[in-house]
């Protein structure tokens, strides 16, 4: 393309944003803009559309979610106006600017009563408001833009940017010689940077850089299963840390929101579609961890 285009991503200080941020300098030929919730805030209608006026874009990614899952269950009008208003405005935008839109979704649409990895066709039931209002996010973009827009769904993400399940294991397995972890919600972490790299895959390929290309949903999450619990265990032999961890199951750690207690995504069509190869959670883990000791 003889133009330089212009990619915004929003939620630049999650860990998304952050991990895309990080790889920035592998894709020169983009002219990447990274907006904060002072620059964009998602939860003000207004301030999307004055930012807009301002500013075209050729794609928009956007990371940026209401994600305190239990809170969104006391906050449910935020969580809506974050994870479903905003989405289907910047749906709209897209549309006025002609950009193209990927939107980052969640395992949390599905009510986890499946045995087998879901794929992207499988009905939807969430439980609780955070997974309600990120659907209707997705829908939002589904019944806005039959054309030009990607929705990736994905699981237990972390990273070394922010605050996610490893660095508060990390911490707590620092302080305390003993933790419980549920071990009956399955499913597989991601890993940011995966992510990230998977993202910016989809952004150079060859059915994104079509003039015009139907919408569609994906999958994305590292490869393999294991439950919090196997997660957990994993973290400490990786790091060493001498913290012993019991199993518990779900019932005895009630939460105000109720969770998937199988997530596990089928990654064959995203694999397929943009040839990707998918790292296993465990060898993801140990690279974060590296990370994280850097810090």
């Known amino acids: 393309m003889p133009n330089t285009q212009r990619i915004l991503i929003i939620g630049s200080t999650g860990q998304l944003g952050q991990s895309i941020h990080a790889i920035e300098g592998n894709y020169p030929q983009y002219d990447m803009v990274f907006a904060k919730r002072k ?3 998602l939860s003000d209608a207004q301030h999307i559309t004055e930012y807009f006026k301002q500013n075209k874009f050729d794609v928009i990614i956007n990371c940026a979610a209401y994600t305190a899952v239990d809170k969104a269950e006391s906050e449910p009008d935020l969580a809506d106006k974050i994870n479903h208003l905003a989405v289907q405005q910047l749906a709209q935008i897209a549309v006025q600017q002609q950009a193209k839109l990927i939107h980052v979704s969640t395992d949390y649409v599905f009510n986890g009563q499946q045995h087998r990895p879901y794929i992207e066709t499988d009905a939807v039931a969430p439980q609780g408001v955070y997974g309600s209002t990120k659907l209707a996010g997705e829908q939002a973009v589904q019944n806005t833009m039959v054309n030009n827009a990607f929705i990736i769904r994905t699981s237990w993400v972390y990273s070394q940017f922010g605050n996610n399940f490893v660095k508060t294991m990390l911490k707590l397995g620092g302080e305390r010689d003993a933790l419980t972890v549920i071990y009956d919600q399955i499913g597989t972490p991601t890993y940011a940077h995966d992510l990230a790299e998977a993202i910016m895959s ?55 929101a109720k969770r998937p207690a199988y997530s596990l995504l089928n990654k064959a069509k995203i694999k397929d579609t943009f040839g990707l190869s998918i790292p296993y959670w465990k060898d993801s883990l140990k690279q974060c961890l590296i990370n994280i000791s850097k810090c």
């Open 39 to 41: 620059q964009l805030d």
């Open 202 to 256: 989809m952004v150079n390929s060859q059915p994104f850089n079509q003039a015009s290309f139907k919408s569609q949903l994906f999958h994305y999450s590292n490869e393999g299963v294991c439950s919090w619990y196997d997660f957990a265990k994993a973290i400490f032999e990786h790091s060493n840390v001498q913290c012993k961890v019991s199993p518990i199951e779900t019932k005895d750690y009630p939460t105000p």
